[in-house]
Structure formats: C-alpha cells, structure tokens
C-alpha cells in the first residue's frame, strides 16, 4: 500500500466518526440557553389591588432573575379602570416591568387560579395588559412567576 491510499482509507474511516459525534452532540446532549432555576419556573410571588397587603418575605424567591445588586428584575402593578361605555365592567390590569437586560416570560394569574397570562419581555422593557375584566369590582389579588 502507497501512503495515499492509506490516507484515503483514514479518511473513509474518519468521516464516519465525526459525522457520529457531531449526530450524538445535537440530538442526544441538550442545549442550556440561560433560564431561571435551571429550567423551572421561578417560586410565586403574590400581589394585589387597593391596598393590599400581604407580609414581606425577607427572602428572594428561588430561581428568579437578579440584578446585581440582589433586586429582582421583574415587577408587577396592578390597576383597575372603568370602561367608558359602561363604568360597571372594570378593566383588571397589570403592568409588568423589567429592570434587567436579559429577556424574562412571565406568567401572571388570579391568585389560587388557572386564569393566566403570558407576558414575554425584551430587556429594559415595560407591557400593560389586561389581566381579565369583572364586574364592579376594583379589587383583584395576583400571583406572577418567571418562566423558563
């Protein structure tokens, strides 16, 4: 055999690996973007319209986003508005903040509730919605958690 075609054969038996490692690197080992709690969504964190109060926990909650001088990124107000045709029916609103530069999913509900939504930030970045409507009622408590 000449040194060519060794080099060929190495070549034929080397192609067949790498391409190997290359299908195991892709479909078998996860990629890992940056998320909160490492894939889990951050501990619930609890609010309310028209003064209310619920204790403060002297404790950040696990797996939420930080800035770096240890506040959280996120933050929720809540309002609520009449609408003008019919000042019985009030808009539940919810402005959801972000002081970091990274994006953030948040999900906030009713309190003890399956009614959510989803609220994607960009970095530096503030949305309102409209968390539901009711009727004659201003009051509403929330709860909000970061998403991965």
């Known amino acids: 055999m000449t040194h ?4 060929l054969k190495s070549d034929r038996i080397g ?6 490692m290359v299908i195991v690197q ?10 909160s709690g490492y894939g889990k969504p951050s501990a619930p964190m609890y609010g309310g319209s028209s003064g209310f ?7 950040l909650p696990n797996g939420a ?7 959280l990124c996120i933050s929720v107000h809540p309002s609520a508005h009449p609408q003008t045709i019919n000042p019985k029916i009030i808009d539940q609103i919810v402005l959801v903040e972000n002081i970091c530069g990274q994006s953030i999913r948040v999900q906030v509900c009713y309190t003890g509730s399956s009614d959510c939504i ?9 949305l309102q919605r409209t968390l539901g ?14 998403l991965p």
């Open 118 to 126: 989803i609220v994607p930030l960009a970095g530096y970045q503030r």
């Open 15 to 20: 192609r067949p690996v790498c391409s190997l």
């Open 53 to 59: 109060t619920r204790p403060a926990n002297p404790f």
């Open 26 to 35: 892709v479909w078998i080992l996860p990629v890992h973007a940056q998320v």
């Open 65 to 71: 986003h930080k800035t770096p001088d240890g506040r």
């Open 133 to 146: 409507i009711a009727s004659g009622s201003t009051y509403f408590r929330y709860e909000f958690h970061e």
């Open 4 to 7: 060519d075609s060794l080099a």
